[in-house]
C-alpha cells in the first residue's frame, strides 16, 4: 500500500474512532504533503512523502522545544504527541552495524578517497536510508571515515 493511501485510510479510521490528536495530526500531515505537491506541480512518491513527513518531524521538535522554553508544557506535550504520530510513517530506523555497513559499502561504490568526495557519498547514501536514520548523524559518521583516511 502505498503510502499516501495508507495516510489516507488512517484518518478514515481516526474519524471512526473520534481520536482527535491523531486525527488533527493527519490532517496536519495531509495539508503539508498536498502543499509541497501544488508547489512542485507533481504527486509526490513514497519517498517525497518521506521527506515531507521528516520535515514535520523536525518542525515540531522545534517547536516543542520552543514551547519548553516558553514554560508552555501543555502545547510542548501536544507536539511532542504529533510527532509520535508522524513516526508511525516511516520506515524502522537502521541499527548501527547496519548503518555502519551501508556507509562502507557507499563509499567503496563510490570509490571515495577523502573528504572532497563526501558529497557523491552522502547523494549515494540519501535514497537508501531516507526515513530510517538521522542524515546529520550519517553525514557525522561519513565525515570521520573518511577524514580518517
Known amino acids: 500500500m502505498a503510502l499516501k493511501a495508507k495516510i489516507q485510510q488512517d484518518m478514515k479510521d481516526a474519524m471512526r ?3 482527535t490528536l491523531r486525527l488533527e495530526s493527519i490532517r496536519l500531515l495531509r495539508a503539508a504533503i498536498q502543499r509541497q ?4 506541480r507533481t ?4 519517498t517525497g512523502v518521506l521527506a515531507v513527513i521528516q520535515k514535520l518531524i523536525k518542525q515540531g521538535q522545534d517547536a516543542a522545544a520552543q514551547f519548553e522554553q516558553g514554560a508552555r508544557p501543555e502545547l ?3 507536539e511532542l ?4 504520530h508522524f ?3 516511516l520506515p524502522a530506523p537502521l541499527g548501527d552495524t547496519e548503518l555502519r555497513e551501508i556507509i562502507d559499502a557507499a563509499i567503496a561504490a563510490s570509490g571515495a578517497t577523502g573528504i572532497r568526495d563526501m558529497g557523491a557519498v552522502m547523494a549515494a547514501l540519501k535514497s537508501e536510508i531516507q526515513g530510517r536514520a538521522d542524515m546529520a548523524a550519517v553525514s557525522r559518521t561519513v565525515k570521520s571515515v573518511l577524514g580518517a583516511d
Do not use: F, N, P, T
Not at 43 to 46: A, H, Q, R, V
Not at 81 to 84: D, L, M, N, T
Open 87 to 89: 513516526k508511525a510513517y
Open 43 to 46: 504527486e509526490l512518491d513514497d
Open 37 to 40: 505537491e501544488v508547489d512542485s
Open 17 to 19: 474512532g473520534r481520536e
Open 81 to 84: 504527541a504529533q510527532i509520535e
Open 76 to 78: 510542548a506535550a501536544k
